[in-house]
Every structure is written in C-alpha cells, then in structure tokens.
C-alpha cells in the first residue's frame, strides 16, 4: 500500500467499483518516488477543495494496476506516475510523470467539472 493519505485502490475490484459509484474520479498509479510524490502532495490539497471529486492512489507494481496500466490511453506512457481522470465511469483523460497542482487543477476543470 502507498503511504498517502488518499483513498487505496488495492485491487482491480475496488478500482470498478470506484469509478461506477463516483461520478468524477481521479487515481493516482505509482509508487513512492520522487515523480509521484508531489502528484500525491497535490492531490491531498486539492481533496479538499473539490468534494465533488474522488481522489485515489493505486500501487503501480500490483497486478490488479493493470487496468490502468493497460488501458489505452496509457499505452505509450513512459515515465510514472499514470493518473487517470474518470467521468460517469469512463476514462476521458490520461498523463504521465509529474505534475503540478496548476496542472491538475486546470484538468479537473476541463474534464470532470
């Protein structure tokens, strides 16, 4: 398990269950280095302001990541973290490596609200 204080998605059960019961979702797929970490970081803040959001962290190195991990908008990511932006269920948007809050923040507005 990673050691954020975001909500874990520890299997690809929970990971279904997450996005088909939450309207906008974003997870997090990566470990403890040093280009997730400030993802984490920004996350953290940014969970309390947008409520409307679910934020979520998922092991990059665990089976069950494969749902991300193979999904394809993700196939040609390179560097970690993936994060993916999830809307009624449906994934609508994909990066990887690190991001900012700036970053986030301007694809949560575009995407998910």
Do not use: W
Not at 10 to 38: F, T, Y
Not at 103 to 108: A, P
């Amino acid at each position: 398990m990673l050691h954020t204080n975001l909500k874990h998605v520890l299997s690809a059960a929970d990971h279904e269950k997450l996005i088909s019961e939450n309207e906008n979702v974003m997870v997090c797929c990566g470990r403890m280095g040093p280009m997730c970490i400030p993802v984490y970081a920004a996350m953290t803040e940014l969970e309390n302001e947008y409520d409307q959001v679910v934020f979520a962290d998922m092991e990059f190195d665990i089976p069950d990541a494969a749902v991300i991990r193979n999904a394809p908008e993700c196939r040609n990511f390179m560097g970690l973290p993936f994060v993916v932006y999830y809307k009624n269920g449906k994934l609508v948007h994909a990066t990887s490596s690190i991001q900012n809050r700036p970053q986030i923040e301007s694809i949560l507005k575009e995407k998910l609200l």
